[in-house]
């Protein structure tokens, strides 16, 4: 699965005009002005996204009718300064102290996430504000150099395959627009005999508050689901947080 300046963004072009629609939210209400910082903004300000964040989304299938059919996930990001450029880490299984409503048992006895648009209760925002622990399993990560169309881009592209093979390549990249930065996952796979598939997942910030410790906004995985999401930071960063 899964905004404010950042080291060398400031001076990123802003986006044209994107064609996600602006989601009906389900997540409490933040301000929708941000801002803009002066320019150039002040080096402090430029290393906000840098750090450990935890990012939940509310989304819903595109193929499911009723309105209510919300569903959720969640992750850990880590964001940390790489040489010139960044380094972009998602763990995909947060672990709370307090799960509560995280999970449900099922008829046969076993354990699944919780249907609806579950939020943390005020103690896991307070655990999470401490720093949540995750396993690296799953854990995926890009490192992101500046790009010359503005903001940050993984390297690499699709390599050709053989009609009997089928590749896969993920680019990532952290793009800023007035609101916030947009958060953008790329997909592609294909093989030597089948038409190349494409699909984006984007996280677009349309708030940030807090200091820039929160941010809200839209989440679209092309062709699959829509939804909202939010990022909180998380207080402590230091590595022993995340089990690798």
Same mark, same amino acid.
């Given at each position: 699965m899964w905004g404010t300046a950042l080291v060398g963004l400031a001076a990123a072009a802003p986006l044209a005009a994107d064609p996600i629609a602006h989601a009906p939210s389900s997540l409490p209400a933040a301000p929708h002005s941000f801002p803009a910082p002066p320019s150039p903004p002040?080096?402090?300000?430029?290393i906000v996204l840098l750090g450990d964040w935890y990012v939940l989304?509310? +989304?819903r299938e595109v193929s499911d009718a009723p309105a209510d059919s919300m569903q959720w996930d969640d992750e850990v990001w880590r964001i940390e300064a790489d040489g010139s450029g960044l380094r972009w880490l998602i763990f995909p299984h947060p672990? +709370?102290?307090d799960a509560s409503g995280r999970w449900e048992v099922l008829a046969g006895g076993e354990e699944a996430r919780s249907l609806g648009a579950w939020a943390p209760s005020p103690e896991q925002q307070r655990e999470i504000a401490r720093g949540l622990r995750?396993? $690296?399993q799953d854990e995926r990560a890009k490192r992101l150099r500046s790009s010359p169309s503005g903001g940050w881009a993984s390297?690499?592209?699709?390599?050709?395959?053989?009609?009997?093979q089928?590749?896969?390549h993920e680019r990532w990249r952290i793009q800023e627009a007035p609101a916030g930065p947009i958060?953008?996952?790329?997909?592609?796979? $294909?093989? $030597?005999r089948t038409q190349l598939s494409r699909g984006d997942t984007r996280f677009r910030t349309r708030a940030v508050?807090?200091? $820039? &410790?929160?941010?809200?906004? &839209?989440?679209?995985?092309?062709?699959?689901?829509?939804?909202?999401?939010?990022?909180?930071?998380?207080? &402590?960063?230091?590595p022993r947080k995340i089990h690798r």
């Open positions: 002040p080096a402090s300000a430029r989304v509310h +989304f672990e +709370f102290r995750s396993s $690296g390297a690499g592209a699709l390599r050709a395959v053989s009609v009997s089928i590749g896969y958060f953008i996952q790329e997909a592609e796979m $294909g093989s $030597g508050s807090g200091g $820039g &410790d929160e941010l809200t906004g &839209d989440y679209l995985r092309e062709g699959e689901g829509e939804g909202v999401f939010r990022m909180l930071r998380m207080g &402590d960063s230091s």
